[in-house]
């Protein structure tokens, strides 16, 4: 079946402008998840949704980004006013209700560069 | 919350030879750990998981071990082969919570 799809797959975009990056969970999968990773280092937690709500938003770095989740599917991440240093690969990931311990599947991610 | 360590942070091993990346967490209620690989440019990827009422866990060529007590679990390669090379990030998870995960070994397999 089909897996997780992020789009773009590559976003370049000027400091101070807003961007917002989209994560297609694998149907029937209501955990949703947000990673952010630079260059060659680990994964870096941003937010999670079970469903439509989000029990978790502590790693959000700063009140420049935002998630929503509608319909317990599709999830957009919003940065606004960019900065240099959002530049990474934003990585959506997806699992089965988070109660249970099941396995994470990523998405491809989307490289953000910010000029 | 949770804390996740792994050591090392590098490892060359000749092909053939075994590798063995560690890590530790913090939270003893946490009960869920996966290993993922990530080859360059590419996402991570599932090798394999324990759950925490399980010691040992094998699939072919790769093992996972867990100790509670201790709370450190341990990534074993056997036989390794130079497609192996990657980096490998460890997580450990709570019962309905985030995934938390280690920094991440680069593991390099010279032929």
């Known amino acids: 079946g089909a897996g997780v799809s992020q789009s773009p797959s590559n976003k370049v975009t000027e400091k101070g402008k807003d961007v917002e990056l989209r994560c297609d969970p694998i149907?029937?999968?209501?955990?949703l998840y947000w990673y952010r990773q630079s260059l060659g280092q680990g994964l870096e937690f941003l937010i999670y949704f079970q469903g439509n709500s989000a029990p978790d938003k502590s790693g959000l770095p700063s009140d420049r980004f935002s998630a929503e989740r509608t319909g317990g599917s599709v999830s957009t991440l919003t940065i606004q006013r960019t900065q240099q240093e959002d530049s990474a690969v934003y990585l959506c990931?997806?699992?089965?209700?988070?109660?249970?311990?099941?396995?994470?599947?990523f998405g491809p991610g989307t490289r953000l560069t910010v000029t | 919350g949770e804390n996740v360590e792994q050591h090392p942070s590098t490892l060359s091993v000749q092909e053939g030879d075994s590798a063995v990346i560690k890590c530790t967490y913090s939270d003893s209620a946490s009960n869920y750990f996966p290993w993922y690989k990530q080859e360059l440019g590419k996402r991570p990827q599932l090798i394999i998981d324990i759950r925490s009422n399980v010691g040992e866990k094998k699939d072919q060529r790769i093992a996972v071990t867990l100790n509670k007590t201790a709370k450190h679990f341990s990534l074993h390669i056997t036989e390794t082969q130079p497609e192996d090379s990657a980096v490998y990030f460890c997580a450990a998870r709570f019962y309905g919570q985030n995934f938390v995960f280690g920094p991440g070994t680069r593991l390099s397999v010279l032929p």
């Open positions: 990931a997806s699992s089965l209700p988070s109660g249970g311990a099941y396995e994470q599947y």
């Open positions: 149907s029937g999968h209501t955990a």
